[in-house]
């Protein structure tokens, strides 16, 4: 074929010949039930020495758009709910308190009411898996991720193995219906944050950093009292079974969940909130502040609301015993320890070895009850553990009680003056995060599939986390300043999140959620033979956990605006903070995996050079600086990292980004001809998978520039004639 031609061999949606039907065996055998909807585009292009290499273009649909917004959803509710019960149950208060939390329980359940409208819209949803740009502004799919795809490219090159290049291309997590009139969330939390310290938190007893320390614990309780549970049944089980072996294991586990458990109460910040739900009880009355000694650094009033101030040191009450606090959590130890001295008696009588537990506890073990249980036929493990394994489930459920009343205290006076702007900010975080993690679960499942047979990768993996960069092309102009403070804040808060792989025990193959706002786990299904394939400390259910960057260039016109007459700040915060987090992330990796592993990878990588060229970039404050971008995209590569492309509907700009990278890597990666770089790219813009995004969403094959918006675009980000036209949507 003459190499003047560039051909596309197949075109439109399902097959795309025998190639195609090869990779599906091989790439998508496992997972291809989470994507739909594959447009296929074949090419062949000539290499530097006039041969051949064939690329397959691939773009596909995830199902994850609605099913993992749909799944946080429901995970709010019951969170919420949970949440509300929790603040009616706190008992009689005074009366202040009490028309606080009943204005506080309105509003809350007049959010509840509205996600489980919007879950209900939903589900309706039934199959789909595609948002439009069009509909990003629609309020019953505020949750879902707009324009969610996988760009894959697949090429088989005469010079080297076959490779994969994976993209996902995303609208920018952002609240559009919610607008961007005030801001997005980077500079609304900053004010509320501001607002609460400087005018609303000088009558609270608890300032914000406590406020989230309460949610910390709440989250931690919520964690480790079922697990606990589950430890003392399964040790239960083994004294059944009486296995000696099973017996010390199963110890272990649950000495171990309950220390944390234990240490989680040894918090000041509980003991004062106990104080202070005491105080706002009826009646409740104050006497002289305690001494020095007792002072904290956050402290509580020393009158009853109201008013309240902010006072130095704790409020004791006439009547409060604080040391029965002591007391109370303090049982939980001795009540192990009893356990423990019981496992070590029965284990020892059996004529097995000594000991069978591990670590000390607070208090001692209470030796007449020991001696009195151990009285009964040795042959009897389960019975003489009961009753000790009934008494630590009490203890633990007195403790949990309390702690919990105190802390939704706390809680409730968060909410009780910051309403109705706490929650109005809660729902915008909630919306963002619901969009980015869609595309991350997304992304992370395609890695997984396709680097489970990389052993690196697998001990990366678990090791030191995977890499996760967002390139943004959004500009600081404007709304799209909003839509880049969403997206800075949702990305962020996507550290949250971790992973679990666990072996698929049906056909149901789809990732589930479980945890709350604090802290995530979504749990992978691999099918038993892939399952098998994973390092033992990821089949035990060692938690993955994810490092997201965010890198952002504006290249569009209205960032020309915003160099030459606004403030392009934004973007170089967010930029430097980044760097410094991928950084701590190269560092974490090279001290962590194998040192053999270290020296061959740095021998096919200069990652030391690169993070110094981009940081270099990055502070050279140079307008439209894309070398950001293309720097930022191959360390995440080396480092096998999951790559995202985002601007505002993921259709025009985005689409500009991907076939420049693919085509970049072809030319430095597999030696396309220098002659045909332009040509390979006009090819894939005019005939690829990116115009066919633009079709489906605005049912029009015309990229959103006019001629004078592409005189301001960075070279390589332009478009050929006669492929854009439409008004942007």
Request: charged share 25%; hydrophobic share 35%.
């Amino acid at each position: 074929m003459d190499t003047e031609n560039r051909l596309v061999v197949a075109r439109g949606r399902g097959g795309c010949g025998e190639m195609d039907e090869r990779s599906q065996k091989i790439h998508f055998s496992s997972y291809k039930i989470m994507l739909k909807n594959p447009v296929c585009k074949l090419y062949r292009f000539p290499t530097s020495d006039n041969k051949w290499m064939r690329i397959r273009e691939q773009m596909s649909e995830s199902i994850l758009s609605f099913h993992i917004p749909k799944e946080l959803i429901s995970l709010h509710i019951k969170e919420d709910l949970c949440r509300n019960q929790e603040l009616k149950e706190l008992g009689e208060l005074s009366p202040h308190w009490d028309n606080l939390r009943k204005n506080v329980l309105t509003h809350c359940d007049q959010m509840v009411n509205m996600y489980q409208d919007i879950l209900t819209e939903l589900s309706k949803e039934t199959g789909s898996s595609f948002k439009s740009s069009s509909s990003k502004g629609e309020k019953t799919l505020e949750f879902v991720p707009v324009n969610l795809h996988l760009q894959r490219m697949h090429v088989h090159s005469p010079h080297l193995k076959d490779a994969l290049y994976d993209v996902i291309t995303v609208g920018a997590p952002a609240a559009h219906f919610q607008g961007f009139k005030n801001g997005g969330l980077r500079k609304l939390l900053h004010r509320f944050e501001m607002e609460r310290r400087n005018t609303g938190y000088q009558f609270i007893y608890y300032s914000p950093e406590n406020t989230a320390k309460a949610k910390e614990v709440l989250s931690n309780i919520n964690q480790l009292q079922p697990l606990i549970a589950t430890h003392a049944d399964l040790l239960l089980n083994s004294a059944s079974q009486h296995s000696p072996d099973s017996l010390k294991n199963s110890l272990k586990m649950l000495s171990e969940k309950t220390e944390l458990f234990v240490h989680a109460f040894k918090d000041q910040l509980v003991r004062s909130a106990l104080l202070a739900l005491y105080t706002a009880r009826p009646g409740g009355v104050l006497k002289k502040p305690p001494s020095p000694k007792n002072s904290t650094e956050e402290s509580c009033p020393q009158d009853p609301p109201p008013p309240m101030r902010r006072q130095d040191s704790i409020p004791h009450h006439s009547d409060y015993d604080e040391e029965e606090w002591d007391r109370v959590w303090a049982n939980v130890g001795k009540s192990l320890n009893c356990i423990i001295a019981m496992v070590d008696k029965l284990i020892e009588r059996d004529g097995g070895s000594e000991g069978g537990g591990d670590g000390s506890q607070d208090g001692e073990e209470d030796p007449s009850l020991v001696d009195s249980i151990i009285t009964r036929p040795r042959e009897d493990w389960y019975e003489q553990l009961y009753p000790l394994i009934l008494t630590l489930k009490d203890c633990m459920g007195e403790v949990v009680n309390r702690a919990k009343q105190s802390l939704t205290f706390v809680l409730l006076q968060e909410l009780a003056y910051s309403l109705p702007q706490c929650l109005m900010l809660t729902l915008r975080r909630d919306i963002v995060f619901s969009q980015a993690l869609a595309g991350l679960v997304c992304g992370f499942i395609i890695k997984l599939h396709t680097s489970l047979h990389d052993p690196g990768f697998l001990q990366q993996l678990h090791t030191v986390g995977l890499i996760v960069q967002y390139e943004g092309l959004l500009s600081t102009y404007s709304d799209e300043i909003g839509m880049l403070e969403d997206m800075a804040v949702g990305i962020s808060d996507l550290k949250k999140v971790a992973f679990k792989i666990i072996e698929a025990k049906s056909n149901d193959v789809l990732p589930v959620i479980t945890g709350r706002r604090e802290h995530y786990v979504v749990e992978v299904k691999l099918p038993a033979r892939m399952f098998e394939a994973l390092p033992l400390q990821i089949k035990e259910g060692q938690l993955l956990h994810v490092h997201p960057v965010l890198f952002n260039v504006g290249i569009n016109e209205q960032q020309t605006l915003a160099e030459r007459f606004g403030d392009v700040s934004l973007q170089e915060s967010i930029n430097q903070e980044n760097f410094e987090l991928l950084k701590e992330y190269y560092t974490i990796f090279m001290e962590k995996m194998p040192p053999d592993y270290i020296s061959h990878f740095q021998e096919q990588n200069d990652l030391k050079g690169l993070l110094e060229n981009l940081h270099q970039n990055i502070q050279a404050k140079k307008r439209k600086n894309v070398e950001i971008m293309w720097l930022a995209a191959t360390i995440c590569r080396k480092l096998n990292g999951i790559r995202f492309t985002c601007c505002k509907s993921a259709k025009d700009r985005t689409s500009m980004s991907v076939t420049l990278e693919q085509c970049s890597i072809l030319r430095d990666e597999h030696q396309l001809h220098k002659d045909f770089f332009i040509r390979a790219l006009d090819c894939m813009r005019r005939e690829g998978c990116r115009i066919e995004n633009v079709l489906k969403n605005i049912k029009c094959r015309k990229y959103a520039f006019n001629m004078l918006q592409l005189l301001a675009f960075p070279k390589y980000y332009r478009p050929p004639e006669g492929t854009y036209g439409k008004a942007d949507t």
